[in-house]
């Protein structure tokens, strides 16, 4: 579901977690752990990790709020499209500034929603090794906390009936880390009027959002590590 301006809604979004509540309780045995580390209420950025193309709705069953994840444009296809959109999900064209992602993407926080963003652009290893800017720049522009989050077990076996996914009922971790800021010292947002939330207050200069990335992808890092020794995966 969308407003009358074309952006995502919490309606929308919290639809899409009943949805993946169901598929991937029902699919996949997901174990949870740390989601009690997700800040109840406020502005938030999950970063995830991303091997497979569950990891995305994988993360929307089992997160403890509402994810409005920025997905490519390319998954808007045919049904998907109107699907998504109806879920609270954002289409980002990454081969340009796409600027009506970027203030939807925004607009989320200032509300005080959940943002969900693969950091490294694209489905790959899921090491967290190619960060992007993106990830810097929304959480110092919306004075959000990162949470990193790995979803592991996905990409171990394949289905037998369904060789892109999983094996039906198999085991999927998903491990929440400790929130954190992008930039030290900086103060989380405060309300604003109307219930919006106040933009952060870090500097948002090229060299200030590449030495948070580099900040962002070592916290990052070290959650996917100490996440893989606490499953054993």
Request: hydrophobic share 40%; no cysteine; proline share 6%.
């Amino acid at each position: 579901m969308t407003d009358a301006t074309g952006a995502p809604t919490l309606r929308g979004a919290a639809v899409g977690r009943g949805i993946g509540i169901g598929l991937m309780y029902g699919l996949f045995k997901p174990r949870v752990l740390g989601a009690w580390r997700v800040p109840a209420a406020g502005p938030v950025i999950l970063a995830v990790n991303h091997a497979h193309n569950i990891d995305g709705p994988m993360l929307m069953g089992t997160a403890p709020r509402p994810v409005h994840f920025l997905i490519k444009k390319e998954a808007f296809v045919g049904p998907l499209d109107p699907f998504l959109r109806g879920i609270g999900q954002l289409k980002v064209d990454r081969t340009t500034v796409d600027r009506t992602a970027i203030t939807h993407a925004v607009g989320v926080l200032e509300n005080g929603g959940v943002l969900g963003i693969f950091p490294e652009g694209t489905r790959g290893e899921g090491d967290f090794a190619s960060l992007r800017a993106g990830l810097a720049y929304f959480a110092v522009r919306g004075g959000a906390p990162i949470v990193p989050v790995a979803v592991l077990g996905s990409t171990e076996r394949r289905g037998r009936l369904i060789s892109a996914l999983p094996p039906l009922r198999s085991r999927v971790d998903v491990v929440f880390g400790d929130a954190f800021q992008a930039q030290e010292g900086v103060r989380s947002p405060v309300k604003g009027g109307g219930g919006r939330r106040v933009g952060g207050s870090g500097r948002r200069t090229r060299a200030a959002l590449d030495e948070a990335t580099v900040r962002i992808q070592g916290r990052l890092t070290a959650h996917l590590e100490n996440a893989r020794r606490l499953t054993g995966r």
